[in-house]
């Protein structure tokens, strides 16, 4: 009878493991071939939640049993194809197999990163990646950061070390009841994770103070002063403006230059939530959209929409790289040790996690292998894929763009001859229900003043021209 040392010997066994890895490399790249290539595979599989819990219920044999493989080729039927080159809805990347290999490393190793001897190797890639990225924003010298788990924690990140700069007393230590009650000004399209960060912070719904954007859904800078009046007469300490470098809803472009203008002439903290957007200073094309970023006091930059790699990889980028450390404070005698509490390869003092995965070894993968030209490259050529289909609908006489693209996110409607203005909205929830159930393809939607939009974020690589002329004709037999 075999004990469970015998067990756990056979769990890892290098031979075994070199076995299943092959099958699975081998699977996986079978996978890839017909994901990339949309043959005989819908975009997502659609089922309904409850078809898919009995695909995989909540019951677990007791002894071990079946093949890695077939277990494996359930999930990849069941799952999402982000591969494919229809997939033309959220702004996730279809990451480089390259960098799921590293992914794949990551895990083995399982160097959670707190301290720098926990994950050595990781640290010092991460602080090169981060170095690397605010040299492309045009941060000065003196910037530094950390990779965080989304855009979400990194926006918290960022306003919080904007409350501990600007807030005029130590929120942190203290509480939020400490001094006046705070608030960020920020426009109408932002992400909802903003909102969800000052109500994190502890300052209720009008910890937001929202101002309005223009016909391009873009922040309108001379609003600015309105909003700081009216905040300030609501008894609220303005301390920071959050302005958008590819807004989620349209993929708009806050004008970053006047609101940096704004934030100095007043004493704000300019933070920019380029998620989805400031990988647009790679490309000599569009570098443009972002001018006046290299005046932020800090950046969020998602290297999982736009840099291609896996889900997560989040840069928070500070002007001043000391402020990372102000973001979070600590006491943790098992893990920080000395009096120096601002040291750069402790990543585990300045961050959210705890144990956090090798982030970095992706990102720093794929920029030295595939080189810095090919992640340039990308971002022009979704740009520019994003405004020839816009021109196209727009031209089409049966389709409507609401506005035209900044970055690679279109949003559109089909308006077909004769139908009511009224019924506009009803259609487009309803042929994007048929088109993502049949398979067909993978697009979201939107709601904007004019109603509902259909939305597209051009973001794998292998989409072609070809491929969105074929959503417009499914749109057109849908309808």
């Not at 989304?150 to 990140?157: D, E, R």
């Not at 559109?412 to 398979?439: K, V």
Request: proline share 5%; aromatic share 8%; hydrophobic share 45%.
């Amino acid at each position: 009878m075999q004990t469970f040392r015998d067990r756990a010997a056979a769990a890892y066994d290098a031979e075994h493991f070199r076995r299943q890895g092959h099958q699975l490399v081998d699977q996986l790249a079978d996978y890839l071939t017909s994901a990339t290539r949309g043959e005989n595979l819908p975009v997502l599989p659609w089922a309904t939640p409850a078809e898919n819990l009995a695909r995989f219920p909540a019951t677990f044999p007791e002894e071990p049993t079946g093949e890695l493989s077939a277990f494996m080729e359930r999930v990849l039927t069941a799952s999402h194809h982000l591969h494919h080159p229809r997939y033309v809805g959220h702004q996730v990347s279809a990451p480089l197999p390259l960098a799921a290999l590293c992914d794949f490393v990551s895990a083995l190793l399982n160097n959670g990163m707190a301290v720098y001897e926990m994950g050595p190797a990781s640290t010092a890639m991460e602080h090169g990646v981060l170095r690397w990225m605010a040299g492309q924003l045009g941060l000065p010298e003196s910037a530094g950061g950390i990779l965080t788990s989304g855009g979400s924690a990194g926006n918290l990140t960022a306003l919080l070390a904007a409350r501990q700069a600007k807030a005029g007393y130590d929120a942190w230590s203290s509480g939020a009841s400490a001094g006046p009650p705070l608030t960020v000004l920020v426009a109408e399209t932002a992400h909802y994770c903003i909102a969800r960060s000052t109500k994190v912070m502890g300052w209720g719904a009008a910890g937001i103070t929202p101002v309005p954007v223009d016909a391009s859904f873009r922040l309108r800078p001379e609003a600015l002063e309105d909003a700081l009046t009216a905040a300030t007469r609501a008894g609220r300490r303005p301390i920071a403006v959050v302005a958008s470098a590819g807004s989620t809803a349209t993929g708009a472009f806050d004008p970053l230059e006047a609101v940096a203008d704004f934030c100095e002439r007043h004493g704000l903290w300019f933070h920019v939530d380029g998620a989805h957007g400031a990988s647009a200073v790679l490309s000599p094309s569009f570098r443009h959209q972002v001018k006046g970023i290299e005046r932020a006091d800090s950046v969020v930059w998602d290297a999982h929409k736009m840099m291609m790699v896996p889900s997560l990889v989040t840069a928070v980028l500070f002007r001043e790289g000391a402020r990372s450390f102000e973001a979070f404070a600590q006491e943790a005698s098992y893990l920080f040790h000395g009096q120096d509490t601002r040291r750069w390869y402790d990543v585990g003092l300045r961050t959210l996690e705890c144990t956090k995965e090798m982030m970095a070894l992706k990102l720093y993968t794929s920029l030295s292998l595939l080189g810095t030209r090919f992640f340039a490259d990308y971002v022009t050529a979704t740009f520019e894929l994003a405004r020839r289909f816009a021109q196209r609908l727009q031209a089409s006489g049966d389709f409507e763009v609401a506005v035209p693209p900044d970055c690679n996110i279109v949003c559109f409607r089909h308006t077909p001859a004769g139908l009511p203005a009224s019924e506009l909205d009803a259609l487009q929830s309803r042929l994007r229900e048929q088109l993502i159930t049949r398979g067909d393809f993978y697009l979201v939607q939107t709601s904007l003043p004019k109603g509902v939009y259909l939305r597209t974020t051009l973001i794998n690589p292998l989409t072609t021209d070809g491929d969105l002329d074929a959503l417009a004709e499914a749109l057109r037999r849908a309808a």
